[in-house]
């Protein structure tokens, strides 16, 4: 699942704050020091926006929305939650952390923080304020493997709240937000296991943005930086197509990302590799004990990847596939448990 759908009505700032100086703000509340009403109302509002979209109910989405969002939104409103429904299930939602803020004006940069970095999961919200009073409610389905957030900005009209600002997206994989995906990764490149590294981090910049441009982790530019370094690193370490040599037919490895599997008892995601073979994939006899020969050197070729994965997933063509044709041509796979 890859989605960061987003319907917004407000003007996006051009860069984050970098620190909690909500210029015109004369208060913030954050979490249980909300003021328990106006957190009863707004409880009962992300009940109905969740259930809304989970059930694909669009005018029951409309129905909250401000009528600055609906006129913007236009007719992408129906788009974007057909999509979305699908993603969040009845098991409902927990609150991750919600925020009120009065303003002494609107129209002002308001940012609202978790924390300041203490926790790896920390991170900002920043909008524009285009009511006095302000709510952000930042919420995650209860759905396995991927989790979905919803950020959810309102503002209050007289005497009723609406959202300025709704941006849903991926949070979690199998429990592991962004941020913990970087740490697994930077442990791995310490430790010499690059291509496990690569494909960790590859993980936390797919997770990496789940408000959109209206939530930013705390250290989203260490994890941004090191991600360009851990590409920069894999392609001057290996070159692909790679040949394995220590394999007597050569299948040529060509491509390699992070896979999830949904088995009993190896939950979880694993490198899957993609390799050229010159053995014809209807000769599965030959073609296995090929594969049993990479498999068994497999460590020697990427440091670490037997140790520190329970699977790893592999893809046997006759031909690399391209960009047009990779849904016509087949491949032979082969799974190789290590725990």
């Given at each position: 699942?890859?989605?960061?759908?987003?319907?917004?009505?407000?003007?996006?700032?051009?860069?984050?704050?970098?620190?909690?100086?909500?210029?015109?703000?004369?208060?913030?509340?954050?979490?249980?020091?909300?003021?328990?009403?106006?957190?009863?109302?707004?409880?009962?509002?992300?009940?109905?926006?969740?259930?809304?979209?989970?059930?694909?109910?669009?005018?029951?989405?409309?129905?909250?929305?401000?009528?600055?969002?609906?006129?913007?939104?236009?007719s992408s409103i129906d788009t974007l939650i057909n999509k979305v429904g699908g993603a969040l299930s009845p098991a409902g939602y927990s609150i991750i952390n919600e925020f009120y803020v009065r303003n002494t004006a609107v129209d002002i940069p308001n940012t609202v923080f978790s924390g300041l970095g203490s926790n790896r999961n920390d991170y900002a919200v920043s909008y524009k304020a285009l009511n006095i009073e302000m709510y952000v409610s930042v919420i995650k389905s209860k759905t396995n493997p991927t989790s979905a957030l919803v950020l959810a900005i309102y503002g209050r009209?007289?005497?009723?709240?609406?959202?300025?600002?709704?941006?849903?997206?991926?949070?979690?994989?199998?429990?592991?937000?962004?941020?913990?995906?970087?740490?697994?990764?930077?442990?791995?490149?310490?430790?010499?296991?690059?291509?496990?590294?690569?494909?960790?981090?590859?993980?936390?910049?797919?997770?990496?943005?789940?408000?959109?441009?209206?939530?930013?982790?705390?250290?989203?530019?260490?994890?941004?930086?090191?991600?360009?370094?851990?590409?920069?690193?894999?392609?001057?370490?290996?070159?692909?197509?790679?040949?394995?040599?220590?394999?007597?037919?050569?299948?040529?490895?060509?491509?390699?990302?992070?896979?999830?599997?949904?088995?009993?008892?190896?939950?979880?995601?694993?490198?899957?590799?993609?390799?050229?073979?010159?053995?014809?994939?209807?000769?599965?006899?030959?073609?296995?004990?090929?594969?049993?020969?990479?498999?068994?050197?497999?460590?020697?070729?990427?440091?670490?990847?037997?140790?520190?994965?329970?699977?790893?997933?592999?893809?046997?063509?006759?031909?690399?596939?391209?960009?047009?044709?990779?849904?016509?041509?087949?491949?032979?796979?082969?799974?190789?448990?290590?725990?």
């Open positions: 699942m890859k989605r960061n759908l987003t319907l917004t009505y407000s003007l996006l700032l051009s860069v984050f704050l970098g620190i909690g100086c909500n210029i015109g703000t004369s208060g913030t509340s954050k979490d249980e020091s909300i003021n328990k009403d106006i957190r009863n109302q707004i409880s009962t509002l992300d009940n109905k926006l969740f259930e809304a979209i989970r059930t694909k109910n669009i005018p029951g989405v409309k129905n909250l929305l401000s009528p600055g969002l609906i006129s913007t939104a236009g009209y007289g005497n009723d709240w609406k959202i300025n600002i709704l941006r849903i997206g991926e949070y979690s994989l199998l429990g592991k937000t962004a941020p913990d995906y970087y740490e697994d990764a930077v442990k791995l490149y310490n430790s010499g296991d690059i291509l496990d590294a690569v494909n960790k981090m590859f993980l936390a910049n797919q997770l990496g943005a789940p408000g959109g441009d209206q939530m930013r982790y705390q250290n989203t530019d260490k994890m941004k930086d090191f991600y360009s370094k851990m590409l920069k690193t894999v392609n001057a370490t290996y070159k692909f197509p790679l040949t394995v040599t220590e394999v007597k037919t050569h299948p040529q490895i060509f491509y390699i990302y992070p896979q999830y599997i949904g088995e009993p008892g190896h939950e979880g995601v694993y490198p899957a590799l993609r390799y050229l073979s010159t053995i014809k994939l209807d000769d599965t006899i030959a073609l296995k004990a090929e594969n049993q020969e990479l498999q068994k050197s497999i460590g020697k070729v990427f440091k670490g990847i037997n140790q520190n994965n329970d699977v790893i997933l592999y893809q046997a063509y006759n031909e690399i596939p391209n960009n047009t044709n990779m849904r016509t041509i087949h491949h032979y796979g082969f799974v190789q448990k290590l725990k």
